[in-house]
């Protein structure tokens, strides 16, 4: 809080995280705070503070917040939907117990949190704005590289859950209100290379076209359906689509049968020529907008880095989709969404159980 208070009225914010596979900072700032965004930087590496107080605020605030949300029929899908599709994992936690948020000990935070910023040797900092080499390099060299490294060498191991075998249909009963949702997710592996990646996104982009013309204006059956499309390199190669709506609970069954239904279509026929040039479209649209911003280049960058992607590709980007035909995606829909292999989660009432 009193950082807030003291940074209040400047354009900047760095955030440490940790996630499965790495650790780092996210971070950004108008070109006169940048040597503020380092400084603050190199103090989350090296001056990290306990503080109970803040600590016992947070879980106090979360318990709270749980005694509200637990009975909420929504997070109560998304739980089951989650949990489901990671096999009950112990490490997939949407809704934590209070049991869980007991087990958390400010000693044991701290000291995970040291250690995995003990050694900035491994670290690899990413830069992307408004400014010349020339002018930042002082500051560079004065919060970044007077970090400690210690070389200490170590690697990482896969403990993901696995996406369930075959197919499991979960039916969830919570609330009273005559409202249902529907989520189905497919997912699986897949080779990590632009042409896959690039299918996978128009797929989605065909899927969320069909969804609305059909079973939201033609059908009148749901409520903004939505298509989501997740793709890692890391632990894995691997990509989910997940399908998502709302709708009464005597059409569930009707419209995932609908869903599929386009996504038949897709893998027997393709997708129409006129779905196939509004999705190109769409995506030369969103690529001249984002080829403009450092979010951009600093995914790109950050991927080729990581991921072994190649930038050299990037201005060529308007004719690789363009070249994507009926037939790719048609083959890519195939081999993307699997009949045989999903996911389906439905939220009903109570009172239908």
């Known amino acids: 809080m009193e950082l807030e208070k003291k940074l209040k009225g400047k354009v900047l914010k760095v955030n440490p995280y940790i996630s499965d596979v790495k650790e780092g900072f996210s971070g950004s ?18 001056a990290p503070r306990q503080d109970t107080t803040v600590l016992k605020t947070f879980l106090s605030k979360t318990k709270n917040q749980l005694k509200f949300i637990k009975n909420n ?11 489901t599709c990671a096999q009950s994992s112990p490490r997939i936690v949407v809704i934590p117990s209070e049991e869980q948020l007991d087990q958390i000990k400010m000693a044991k935070l701290f000291e995970i949190y040291k250690d995995r910023f003990a050694d900035a040797g491994d670290f690899t900092f990413f830069i992307v704005g408004n400014f010349t080499i020339d002018s930042i390099l002082p500051v560079v060299e004065s919060y970044i590289g007077s970090l400690s490294v210690t070389h200490r060498t170590e690697t990482w191991k896969d403990v993901s859950p696995e996406f369930p075998e075959g197919i499991k249909d979960v039916s969830i009963y919570k609330g009273t209100e005559p409202k249902s ?3 189905i997710v497919m997912s699986g592996k897949f080779d990590w290379n632009d042409k896959n990646r690039m299918e996978l996104r128009m797929l989605k982009e065909i899927l969320s076209i069909k969804l609305l013309e059909v079973i939201r204006e033609k059908m009148s059956g749901v409520y903004s359906p939505q298509v989501q499309l997740m793709v890692d390199k890391y632990p894995r ?23 599929f239904k386009e996504m038949n279509k897709i893998q027997k026929k393709g997708p129409t020529l006129v779905d196939l040039n509004k999705v190109k479209e769409l995506l030369i649209r969103e690529h001249e907008t984002d080829v403009n911003t450092n979010n951009y280049w600093l995914e790109k960058i950050e991927s080729s880095y990581f991921n072994g992607d190649d930038l050299t590709t990037i201005p060529d980007f308007n ?22 292999h999903y996911v389906r989660t439905v939220l009903l009432p109570e009172k239908k159980k």
């Open 319 to 340: 004719e690789r989709v363009n070249a994507i035909t009926i037939s790719d995606l048609q083959l890519a829909a195939q081999n993307f969404m699997k009949r045989d």
């Open 29 to 46: 700032a108008s070109p006169q705070y940048f040597e503020t965004m380092l400084q603050l930087t190199y103090l989350y590496f090296t």
């Open 237 to 259: 190669s691997e990509y989910s689509i997940m399908t998502i709506f709302g709708c009464s609970p005597k059409n569930t069954g009707k419209l995932t049968k609908a869903v």
């Open 181 to 183: 949702m529907v989520g």
């Open 73 to 83: 029929p929504m997070i109560a899908f998304y739980d089951t939907l989650m949990r």
